[in-house]
């Protein structure tokens, strides 16, 4: 491949990958990367032969294309000014436009580092509005070609500066010979020019772990990119938590502290968000007037029913994604949260809500997700039942107009039951095992009530219609009752070792009021009706990617001052179990150390495996070092010809500026018919072919070529 033909391929490479990383931010429209693809192809050929070289040279040429991209920008601008359009959507797409005129116009190294520039800006504005992991792909491109394209750049410009462009009667001659060169390029160049990616990415992964960061961080802080969530607001229509299966987002990630060596791959989790108390036959709301009070804490717990017992209660931690509304999950009969703020700027200990019937929000207004620990008690222990006054009650026994059908069946359903847990147990088998099918079909109710079309006339229907039946049958025998809206479900991931949550996994239940148990649990819906767990090819690497994509946003997107701190007591941690037993050395003091560390010096001893690792490093780098300077005489050649050269001309009196190619001053020299404008012109064509046309000078060759310098600046000597 000929030098030309390299550079070109690189310098695209690089366009597109910033194109790339601006289209995986999200604000590009599906338009704008189509037509930046078809201009990508189009300006390929673009280039002699196949355009007149005198066309591409013309400077009309140059100008349309300005007059095109001026053009773009008259109609940014009246889009919003116009129409309102988002401004940054409107210069990104101006810069997409900028690039595409410069791949449509390039002709010397000027433009084509203008569009490593460009690109390099794109990837910048890409790091700004996306903080998913496909964006580390085009990071990694750079990364790689990067120094190839910067390389080849920085020697076009030197080819350019030292070579004439060719002749009308010698097309061979001069620059475009050089450009032709297969030989000015080698394997080697290449590799260790892509080896340089390797202290690049080092030297980010260094500042990017130690440089300090107090406060929000930036990457996370996506303003709007809450994942909107049906069924969490004020206000719930009946059949609208159906709407969210397919979606497979994951929107939780859920760790149980105690956790089985052999984790079952599906677990049936239930993690109520919201509950509705108010139900007018059509949607479930919750009662006016009920404001949000502040969570009780205790040492950094909040608590719901009491301060956790860490020795006892089972805790399961909880990475939850920003979603819209704000709203915290919780497993069954949670009695204290563990919050961790690191790193938020907004969110504080006491920026919790709770509101009558159980609902736990949270301030979002940084943007961010929420990390949390909840404890819940151990497996068959009953909580201590709270009491329910008269007013709740009353709320949560409230029947809708038009129901007395429905009342009817439950009260059928129920006769001869002689307390409310039969009552209850009833209710629920009959719509769990009865002959209702499961349902995401929502079908028009007609003239008749959602419920009654479910339960009399279409005998199907999802979770919500199911939880919505057995709440108004359950308050139709005089149980209170309330709907609960939450998750069901947690697919374990063996990669990331959690268990996901998903969108789809969206689900609604009833909590049901018993004297002596207080609120139970009750989930009406066909236990066949989850999607459970699917174990394949497919699924497995859908589940080895969302590990990443956790780990990306937990290392990189979510990386804070806490996260130092942890990562530094971990290094020390990691340090003091390579030490040997303590050694009589005198006591040292230690700051900002935990309380279980000791003050006392120790005889470091590194692990075999380590010293084995850093001994093969200093050996490669070693190796690399000697392949260097071995072939330092070979690179510096060139070079020490050219300054013989130039101390030859300068006792002749005849020295080259700093500013002036030697290509050039031996034109001049020519010119000026200076006496040995053959030997100079003789030894700057061997310069310029070793250094820039690959052409290796023999040791003979070199000889020969200093005495002609030599003999060069000697004659002003024997003058």
Known sequence: MSFAQLHKLVVYAVSGLGLLALSLGGELSTLTPALCVIGLVLSWFVEPPRISARLMLAPAYGWSWLGVLAAVAALQLGRWLVLGTNPLLLMLELSCALVISRLMSRRSATEYQQIV?????????????????????????????????????????????????????????????????????????????????????????????????????????????????????????????????????????????????????????????SSFDRYDGRAWSRTPGDAPRAMRQLDGDHLITRPPDRGSDRGYRIVLSHLDPPVIFLPRNTVALTLDIAGRSTLNGEDLGVSPGLDVRYDASDGLGLRYVAWTPPPRVREPASGLRGDEANRYLTLPEGHEDVIALARRWTE???????????????????????????????????????????????????????????????????????????????FGGYYAVRSS?????????????????????????????????????????????????????????????????????????????????????????????????????????????LALLAGLVALLVWRARARAPELDAPRKLLAELDRALARRGRARPESRTPLEHARILSEQRFAGEREVRALVDAYLESRFGGRTLTPSELTVLRARAKKLGSEHRAR
């Open 117 to 273: 520039l460009l690109s390099f800006l794109h990837l910048g504005a890409a790091t700004v509005m996306t903080s998913e992991l496909s964006w580390a792909i085009p990071f990694m491109g750079f990364v790689l070609v990067m120094p190839w394209a910067l390389a080849l750049s920085h020697l076009r410009t030197e080819i350019e500066a030292h070579f004439e462009p060719a002749s009308s009667g010698d097309p061979d001659a001069g620059l475009a010979r050089v450009l032709r060169s297969r030989r000015l390029i080698s394997g080697r160049f290449l590799l260790g020019t892509a080896a340089l990616a390797v202290p690049m990415f080092l030297v980010t992964v260094f500042f990017f772990v130690l440089f300090p960061r107090v406060g929000m961080n930036f990457l996370a802080a996506q303003r709007d990119s809450a994942t909107p969530l049906v069924g969490f607001d004020d206000e719930v229509v009946l059949g609208e938590v159906g709407t969210l299966r397919g979606d497979g987002t994951v929107v939780m990630r859920v760790v149980p502290l105690e956790i089985d060596p052999n984790p079952p791959r599906y677990a049936a989790l239930h993690l109520r968000g």
């Open 505 to 613: 996994d969206a689900h609604a239940w009833v909590e049901a009021y018993l004297p002596g148990e207080g609120w139970v649990t009750l989930d009406p819906t066909p236990a066949n009706a989850g999607p459970g767990a699917v174990d394949n090819l497919l699924t497995r690497l859908s589940e080895m990617y969302e590990a990443l994509a956790a780990e990306w946003n937990e290392r990189v997107v979510s990386w804070d001052l806490g996260s130092q701190r942890s990562m530094f007591r971990g290094l020390y941690r990691w340090m003091r179990r390579m030490r040997s037993e303590p050694s009589p050395s005198e006591p040292v003091v230690l700051d900002d150390v935990p309380d279980d560390v000791p003050t006392t010096d120790r005889a470091w001893q590194f692990d075999p495996w380590v010293l084995t690792g």
């Open 416 to 494: 001869g039951a002689s307390s409310d847990r039969e009552r209850a147990e009833r209710l629920l088998t009959n719509l769990r095992e009865g002959d209702l099918d499961y349902s995401l079909t929502m079908r028009d109710p007609g003239d008749r009530t959602p419920l009654s079309a479910f339960l009399f006339v279409h005998r199907a229907g999802h979770c919500e219609y199911f939880a919505s039946a057995l709440a108004i049958m359950l308050r139709a025998v005089g149980i209170p009752s309330r709907e609960i809206t939450g998750f069901l479900g947690g697919q374990w991931n063996s």
